[in-house]
């Protein structure tokens, strides 16, 4: 399918890594609700390609995405967010089961930092910034800004940055602990790629298996979590992947896994 504001693409070692580039520069990648529709689908469209294992987002060298499109709400009233449940289908990343990284160079801010905090993990060029400014033009984080970003640098920081508005670097950002890693811009697309094709070596229905273990922790009780991890732990050993793992340590070779 072709997009109006993205750019789709597949890469990596033979093509393991899907590549969603966001694509409305005018409007420094200001989230839109086509654009947002269009996330969607192309994530969709690339959970269920059996040939990627992994999946990167990222914006342009100025911005990942300055936040939801504050010319489409200027007028708008509440009853028009209650009407169409506003920004409802924004959690349609947390739905994808591949892993998805986040490549942010630039500006993160409002709901384009709140698509970074919902992908798997979140890489960050030098110059990154990363903030939750909605208190600046009247309102909230709405995407899970206060509830993500808390869990993610913890309450004190999270409060500054939703209270002030003002944007953190890279650099704090990756001293909170908000990104693994930083890069130099020109690299760090390459870097998630290299990531993706990382996890692309391991089997994937293990990957998603795990991938939903560790976001069971931000749902559940530590006691409830411990007993999710189990059972999926079990599970496991249903797989022949399981067994090519293990066997193929055994045998000191590289295993060769199916994918079941
Ligand atoms: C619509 C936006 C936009 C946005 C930028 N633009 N951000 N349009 N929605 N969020 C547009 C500008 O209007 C301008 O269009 C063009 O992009 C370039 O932006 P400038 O402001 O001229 O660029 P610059 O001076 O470099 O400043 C960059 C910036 C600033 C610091 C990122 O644009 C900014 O503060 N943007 C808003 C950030 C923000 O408040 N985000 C939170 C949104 S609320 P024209 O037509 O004038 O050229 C939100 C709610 C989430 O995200 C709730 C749940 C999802």
């Not at 967010?81 to 998805?100: A, E, M």
């Amino acid at each position: 399918p072709s997009y109006d504001y993205l750019l789709v693409d597949k890469r990596g070692e033979s093509g393991c890594v899907g590549l969603v580039t966001l694509n409305r520069p005018k409007a420094l990648n200001a989230l839109s609700d086509p654009l947002m529709i269009e996330l969607n689908s192309a994530l969709q469209t690339l959970d269920a390609d059996p040939t990627v294992a992994a999946i990167v987002i990222t914006g342009s060298d100025k911005a990942f995405a300055a936040g939801a499109d504050i010319k489409q709400m200027e007028d708008q009233q509440f009853v028009d967010c209650l009407k169409v449940n506003f920004l409802d289908h924004w959690n349609g990343i947390t739905k994808i089961r591949k892993p998805v990284i986040a490549a942010v160079n630039g500006y993160a801010l409002g709901g384009g930092c709140e698509v970074a905090m919902m992908c798997d993990i979140v890489l960050a060029g030098e110059k990154a910034k990363f903030g939750q400014p909605e208190i600046i033009i009247g309102t909230i984080p709405g995407s899970g800004g206060t509830q993500r970003l808390t869990k993610a640098v913890g309450k004190s920081r999270a409060m500054q940055m939703c209270l002030t508005g003002d944007m953190i670097t890279a650099q704090q950002a990756n001293d909170w602990g908000l990104v693994s890693s930083i890069h130099p811009p020109d690299k760090l697309v390459d870097e998630a790629i290299k990531l993706g094709e990382r996890i692309a070596t391991h089997s994937k229905v293990v990957v998603a298996v795990c991938k939903e273990a560790v976001n069971s922790s931000f749902e559940l009780s530590l006691g409830e979590g411990v007993k999710f991890e189990k059972r999926l732990f079990h599970a496991t050993f249903a797989l022949n992947d399981r067994k090519e793992g293990m066997t193929a340590f055994v045998q000191k070779r590289k295993p060769n896994f199916t994918d079941t």
